[in-house]
């Protein structure tokens, strides 16, 4: 580079601008001030959260996650409070977003394993050490993560949860991968320290941590595609919810200090006496269910037909297509009881086939995901002794419970 000519004009070269005083200082300072002016720019041009995120992967823009974080909370429409280990965490609710942090010091880890890796004598007799700053040393991360490594092939592959002995893919072993194999093994826990770093802050949060105890929920993995087709309202309140950061009346008392009683029933209105336990709503919701009962459904039409389609492999499943006199019935209007044929007990069942002798209890439990699987054990113990006594009658009887 010709000094007389930067000092007049600065010149690009390699992806970035040199200038008189060829100093990283006046590079960082730029970056940041390229970065919020995009930002503003994507927050004039009065698109929708969900455009203004397709412009998440600029690359001078994934240099500032704490600006970026603040302006994807803008964007997704959530409240500012949310923490950023939630858009960037892979557990009950993972978006399709990645930490800029994270992706940092996993390129400075695999540039370092191949400079301290590398065949050229001359590479390996240069002592060179990456910037990264104070917080951070690449070289001491490696080490801690082949550490790890050799400490997980020591005691081998372990069970997570309740899960049975081997269950899941096999390890790789760090001692018999070989060297492209281990950088990649190195590169992999150190995504994986990331996120259990992640998931020691969620722990510490009362509110937003709350979702790490659920047990026996499904994780949702949203995609790019995914959230381009869903709605802006939708997404934040999947979001919201799951980290308890919507706008419910509790919350407001800790935002701005209104009064945490729901307004219907004088209880302290959390988001699950909203979505589950709120006594006066449910009858509300119960009203508008009891006035569509009688809405008129699709028919068969004299000469059609219809295809119907078994998706059971045998046993109980098998018999949803073959059974041709199901008879639902449903506690709506009027308390129904166990028909004379089957017992005689105030309990019911929910389908049954008297021809087949086939019976089905579907019990409703819970639509909130805190304590689900007691839930459903409480369904499964109150008609344990109703299916006992159908079984000794000569009945098929399944319980199932729906969440």
Not at 348 to 353: A, E, G, I
Request: with cysteine; hydrophobic share 40%; net charge positive.
């Amino acid at each position: 580079i010709d000094g007389a000519s930067v000092a007049e004009k600065p010149i690009k070269s390699l992806g970035r601008w040199y200038d008189f005083s060829l100093s990283d200082r006046e590079q960082v300072k730029a970056l940041r001030e390229d970065v919020a002016q995009a930002i503003n720019k994507i927050d004039k041009s009065f698109l929708p959260g969900k455009l203004n995120l397709a412009y998440r992967n600029l690359s001078y823009m994934e240099r500032l996650e704490g600006v970026m974080s603040k302006a994807i909370r803008r964007w997704f429409g959530v409240h500012h409070c949310l923490s950023s280990v939630a858009l960037y965490g892979k557990w009950v609710l993972e978006l399709p977003l990645t930490s800029v942090v994270e992706e940092f010091k996993c390129a400075k880890i695999g540039l370092e394993l191949m400079l301290s890796g590398t065949k050229d004598p001359v590479v390996r007799l240069v002592p060179v050490r990456l910037k990264t700053g104070c917080k951070w040393n690449p070289q001491e991360a490696v080490v801690h993560a082949r550490r790890a490594l050799e400490h997980r092939d020591a005691v081998g592959q372990v069970q997570v949860g309740r899960v049975w002995l081997s269950a899941g893919d096999p390890i790789k072993l760090w001692s018999k991968a070989k060297l492209p194999e281990r950088k990649k093994i190195v590169i992999g826990s150190s995504y994986e320290q990331e996120e259990e770093t992640r998931w020691v802050i969620a722990t510490s949060h009362g509110v937003q941590g709350r979702c790490l105890v659920w047990e026996h929920v499904e994780e949702r993995k949203i995609g790019c595609r995914d959230l381009w087709a869903m709605d802006a309202g939708r997404i934040k309140f999947i979001i919201g919810a799951t980290y308890d950061v919507l706008p419910t009346t509790q919350n407001l008392s800790r935002w701005v200090g209104t009064e945490p009683t729901c307004s219907l029933c004088s209880n302290i209105a959390s988001l699950r006496h909203i979505l589950s336990a709120c006594k006066e709503k449910r009858t509300e919701v119960n009203s508008a269910l009891h006035c569509g009962r009688n809405k008129v459904v699709s028919f068969v039409r004299e000469g059609e037909s219809v295809t119907f389609h078994t998706h059971g492999h045998g046993g109980m499943g098998s018999k949803w297509g073959e059974v041709q006199d199901w008879k639902l019935v449903a506690d709506v209007g009027k308390q129904l009881q166990m028909p004379q044929c089957i017992a005689v007990m105030a309990l019911r069942p929910d389908l049954y086939s008297e021809g087949s002798r086939v019976m089905y209890f579907i019990q409703l439990t819970i639509p909130f995901k805190d304590a689900m699987e007691d839930a459903v054990e409480r369904k499964k113990f109150k008609y344990a002794e109703l299916a006992a006594e159908v079984r000794e009658r000569g009945w098929q009887c399944a319980i199932r419970s729906a969440e």
